[in-house]
C-alpha cells in the first residue's frame, strides 16, 4: 500500500497550517521579539521587485520563526488563512515528494487562488528545488515564496544555477549580544540613535565614559552569552548544562551526521567529526592543512572538501589574508572560526569557561569576528585577518572597504592586562585618520591612545563593543 496519497498529504498539510482552521497564528510559535533578518527578509518578501527570498543559517538560528512571524502578520493585515502554505521538507513524507506534487494538491483541496503566500522549510531536502521555484517564479507571477535552508552556499549555488534576479539570500546568524540582551529582557539603557561604536574615539571624554558607564552592568551577561551562545532557545534555558547537551545533540550531531552527508552524498562520516572536532580545538588560529593531513590522515583534496561543507552547514567560518593597498601578499592559510562560541565549548565540553583566561580569550574572539562578519554582511567589505609590517604582525580582524572607506583593524586582547607598548604595536601601517581598534576586557580598559607616527589605537571593551554594534544594526528598522 502507498503511504504517498493525497489524503497523507492533505492531512500533513493541515497539521503544518493550523491557521486554515483557526485564522490565527498558534501562540507559541508567534514569538514577539523580532531579530534584524527578520525586517531584512519582510523588506525583500514586500518589495515591488518580486525576488524568492532564502533564509540561510544553522540549525536552531530562528529561521523558521521568521517565516511564522511573517506568516502572523499577513494574517493579522486580512490574509485569507488558506492563501498561505506552510511545508516543512524535514519531515520524512515530504523528503520523498517534490514541490509540485504537493502544490497540485494544496491548489486542488486547499485554495485556487492565484494570489498564495508559500513558505518552505528546510528545502534543501526537496528533489529539485531550485527548478521547481524556477518554473513557479516564471509562470505563477503572483506567488510569493519565502524559504530555510542550513546550507548557505549550497543554496547560492543553486540559486545561480537556476539563474540571477530570482533570488536574495538573507543570512541568519545567531543572536548578537544585543539581540540576546533583548531576548532575555535584560535593562536597555539610553543611548544617542547616531552612534557609531568604531567611532567612539571622535567623542569627548566624558562622552565616552557616560557611553560605558551606562553599559557597564553588561559585564555579566557577557560572561554567559559566551557560555550558552546565541541560539535563541538555549539562551532562554534556565540550565546551560541541558543548553549544551541539546547544542551538541540537536545542532551539531544533526548538521554533520544528517544535513552534510543528505546534501553531499558523502559516507565516511568519522573523518567529518574528527575535522571538525581538531577545528574547534584551532578555534581563532591560523589553520596549516598539511598539518591536519597529517595528523588527521586524510588526503589534502579530502580536507578542503570537509571544510568547505563544515562552513556550509554554518559551522565554522573561514577567514582569509586580505590584500590592502597597493601590496599584493603571498597565499597563505586561513584563519577558522567556530560560527558561535557555545558550539565549541559544548563539543568540547567546556562547562564553565569563567576561570580559564586562555579560553575566555578564543571565545571572545570568536564573538568579535561573528558580530563583525553578521554586520558587513550586507556590504561589500571584506572581513578577514591581516599581516603585515617590518615585523609581519598580525591583525585578527580586518573590514576591507576598498576604494571608498579606509580599512578598520581590530585586534581582541580579552585579558586582564591588555597594555600595548610602541615596541609592540599591533599594526605598523596604522590609519592615520582612524585609530585601531582593541577590544579589552575589563569595562574601563578604554580610551585613545596616542604613539609616534599616528600610529594611534583606541581601547573598547567587549561588552560595549558588541552591544553597540548590534544597537547601530537594529536601529536601522526604527
Known amino acids: ?24 497564528m498558534q501562540k507559541e510559535f508567534d514569538k514577539p521579539f523580532k531579530r534584524v533578518p527578520f525586517y531584512d527578509a519582510e523588506k525583500s518578501f514586500r518589495s515591488e521587485i518580486r525576488r524568492t527570498v532564502l533564509l540561510s543559517g544553522a540549525r536552531r538560528t530562528g529561521k523558521t520563526t521568521i517565516m511564522y512571524q511573517m506568516i502572523s502578520k499577513l494574517l493579522d493585515e486580512g490574509i485569507s488563512p488558506k492563501n498561505i502554505l506552510f511545508i516543512s521538507f524535514d519531515h520524512p513524507l515530504l523528503k520523498m515528494c517534490s514541490i509540485d506534487n504537493v502544490l497540485k494538491i494544496y491548489t486542488s483541496y486547499i485554495s485556487s487562488d492565484k494570489n498564495i503566500y508559500c513558505f518552505f522549510d528546510e528545502i534543501q531536502y526537496s528533489d529539485n528545488w531550485n527548478s521547481w521555484l524556477k518554473i513557479l517564479y516564471d509562470t505563477s507571477p503572483n506567488i510569493k515564496i519565502m524559504a530555510t535552508g542550513s546550507a548557505s552556499p549550497v543554496l547560492e549555488d543553486k540559486a545561480k544555477e537556476s539563474g540571477l534576479g530570482r533570488w536574495i ?38 562622552e565616552q565614559t557616560d557611553i560605558v558607564k551606562k553599559l557597564s552592568f553588561l559585564q555579566s551577561h557577557f560572561i554567559r552569552y559566551l557560555q550558552v551562545g546565541g ?76 571544510i568547505n561543507y563544515l562552513e556550509s552547514a554554518n559551522l565554522i567560518y573561514i577567514s582569509h589574508l586580505v590584500n590592502i593597498g597597493s601590496k599584493q601578499l603571498l597565499k597563505s592559510q586561513n584563519k577558522i572560526y567556530i560560527s558561535d562560541a557555545a ?27 561573528k558580530h ?18 617590518n ?88
Open 1 to 24: 500500500m502507498s503511504i504517498f496519497t493525497e489524503e497523507n498529504i492533505l492531512n500533513l498539510l493541515y497539521s503544518y497550517n493550523s491557521w486554515w482552521k483557526t485564522g490565527v
Open 372 to 389: 563583525i562578519r553578521a554586520f558587513s554582511y550586507n556590504s561589500l567589505a571584506e572581513v578577514g585577518y591581516y599581516r603585515g609590517g
Open 231 to 306: 541560539f535563541p532557545e538555549l539562551a532562554l534555558s534556565k540550565d546551560d548544562i541541558y543548553a549544551q547537551r541539546v547544542l551538541r545533540e540537536d545542532i551539531v550531531d544533526k548538521a554533520i551526521k544528517r544535513d552534510i552527508p543528505a546534501i553531499y552524498s558523502i559516507r565516511n562520516i568519522n573523518d567529518v567529526e574528527k575535522v571538525f572536532l581538531y577545528l574547534c580545538y584551532n578555534s581563532s588560529n591560523i589553520i596549516n592543512l598539511q598539518t591536519i593531513c597529517k595528523e588527521l590522515q586524510v588526503n589534502r583534496i579530502t580536507l578542503e572538501k570537509y
Open 169 to 206: 539570500t538573507i543570512q541568519v546568524p545567531t543572536l548578537t549580544f544585543y539581540e540576546y540582551c533583548q531576548l532575555l529582557d535584560i535593562e536597555k539603557p539610553e543611548l544617542p540613535k547616531n552612534i557609531k561604536p568604531t567611532q567612539l574615539y571622535s567623542l569627548s571624554q566624558q
Open 343 to 369: 558550539i565549541r565549548n559544548a563539543v568540547l565540553l567546556k562547562d564553565d569557561i569563567t576561570s580559564d583566561a586562555t579560553e575566555l580569550g578564543i571565545i571572545a574572539e570568536t564573538a568579535v569576528y
Open 391 to 478: 615585523k609581519d604582525k598580525e591583525i585578527d580582524i580586518v573590514v576591507n572597504y576598498h576604494k571608498d572607506f579606509q580599512p578598520i583593524m581590530i585586534e581582541v586582547k580579552y585579558r586582564e592586562d591588555s597594555k600595548i607598548t610602541e615596541k609592540d604595536l599591533i599594526v605598523e601601517e596604522s590609519n592615520p585618520s582612524r585609530p585601531n581598534l582593541v577590544i579589552t576586557k575589563k569595562i574601563d580598559d578604554f580610551g585613545l591612545f596616542h604613539f609616534s607616527n599616528n600610529k594611534d589605537i583606541y581601547k573598547i571593551p567587549a561588552p560595549v563593543f558588541l552591544y553597540l554594534l548590534g544597537y547601530v544594526e537594529s536601529n536601522k528598522f526604527k
